[in-house]
Every structure is written in C-alpha cells, then in structure tokens.
C-alpha cells in the first residue's frame, strides 16, 4: 500500500493480458483513469501465449477475431490462413498490444493472488505476487499491495428519438411459431 487507506493507487485493475484484457486497458486509459493491468505471464497474449502445442489454432474462421482491425487498432491486418494458427494469433494479439501502446501500464510475471472489498472507503485491497528468478528456478515469492477506487456504476445511455425502446417480444407468436418448426 503506497497511500493511506482512503487513497487509492489505481482507478482500475485489469487482470489479465490476453486480448479482452489489452483492449480494456486501453480503453481505461483512453477515458483518462489511472489503470494497472496483471499478467501471470512474462507477456501479453493470453490463451496464445500459454498454448503453444503443434497444432494449436483457431475453430472460428479468423476473420471473426478480427476486432482490433476493424476497430482500427492494426487496420492493416491480414490474416495468412482462414483459421490462424499460435504464432499467428501471438504475433496478432502483440500488433495490438503495441499499437494501443498497452504494455506501459502492465506489470507481467505478476499474479494477482487476493482481493477484498473494504467497505471504509470503499476501496479493493489486491495483493499481487510477483515471480521472482530464483537459483533452482521460478517462484512467487514477493508481495506487494494496491488499494483501487469502488468502479463508478455506469450510467445508462440516454434514449433518443434515433433509439426507440425496442418493443418487448412477442411471445404467444414465437411460441406458436416454433410448434410448426
Ligand atoms: C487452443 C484454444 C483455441 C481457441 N480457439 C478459439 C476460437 O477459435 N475462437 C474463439 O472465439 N475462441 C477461442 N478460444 C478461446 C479463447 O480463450 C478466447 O478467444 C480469448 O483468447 C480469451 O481471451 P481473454 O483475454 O478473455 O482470456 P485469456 O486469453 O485466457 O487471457 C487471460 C489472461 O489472464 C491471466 N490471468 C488469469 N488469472 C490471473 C491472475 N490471478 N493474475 C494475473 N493474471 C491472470 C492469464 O495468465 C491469461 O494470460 C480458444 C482457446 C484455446 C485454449
């Protein structure tokens, strides 16, 4: 803990460095927060980075994880097979990482062991432990500590004359529907 009780280190905390982690400290930062992201791994990637069996690939065609693309993130992205491979998906998911310029705020080899809610102050106490190099191989064995700021409850997007509330669903009709399915 670097401050007082009542003062958090950190808007937000992002666990995890995988591709829904990245895009969510990037769009932390984008709204002006102060975030920490934590990764186990020694790097960004995720599933694509802990597996790296002969083999390993997309089912889904690839074009379907394209997000940072279409989002503009890497606009330029070309997928070399209709269900990419590891290396592939790896060398994608760091494209993006290094686009978002995400890597800054991430403090890998780093778990995040605990989490408690206190309701003085309403700040999470994380505990992280962090690996550390030692002679006869890896351990966590160092710890340190973070207090964050209770998430502000987000406000639901007004309606306006452009987004009618949808009509509920029909439900007698699709039930009737289905029988002649
Ligand atoms: C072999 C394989 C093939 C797949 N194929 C497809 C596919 O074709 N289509 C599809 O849509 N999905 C597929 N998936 C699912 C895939 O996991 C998701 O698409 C996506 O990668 C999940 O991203 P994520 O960022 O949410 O989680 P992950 O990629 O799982 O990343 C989570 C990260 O959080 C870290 N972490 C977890 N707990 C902690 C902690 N306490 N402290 C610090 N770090 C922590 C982990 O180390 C990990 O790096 C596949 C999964 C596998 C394993």
Request: aromatic share 12%; proline share 9%; charged share 20%.
């Amino acid at each position: 803990m670097t401050h007082a009780d009542t003062k958090p280190d950190y808007d937000a905390l992002v666990i995890g460095g995988g591709i829904t982690g990245i895009y969510q400290v990037y769009l932390l930062d984008m709204a002006g927060m102060s975030v920490l992201g934590v990764e186990a791994a020694e790097d960004v990637g995720g599933t694509w980075y802990w597996n790296r069996y002969p083999g390993c690939r997309l089912d889904t065609e690839s074009y379907a994880y394209g997000y940072f693309a279409l989002n503009g993130i890497i606009p330029d992205w070309k997928w070399s097979e209709n269900f990419a491979g590891q290396p592939e998906m790896l060398r994608y998911v760091n494209a993006a990482a290094d686009a978002m310029g995400v890597r800054r705020h991430y403090r890998f080899n780093s778990k995040v062991s605990a989490a408690h809610f206190q309701d003085v102050g309403g700040l999470w106490k994380v505990t992280l432990s962090m690996r550390s190099k030692l002679e006869d191989g890896d351990a966590y064995v160092a710890w340190t500590f973070s207090s964050i700021h209770r998430p502000p409850k987000p406000k639901p997007a007004p309606r306006t004359p452009s987004t009618p509330t949808p009509p509920p669903p029909d439900l007698p009709a699709w039930k009737a529907r289905l029988k002649n399915i």
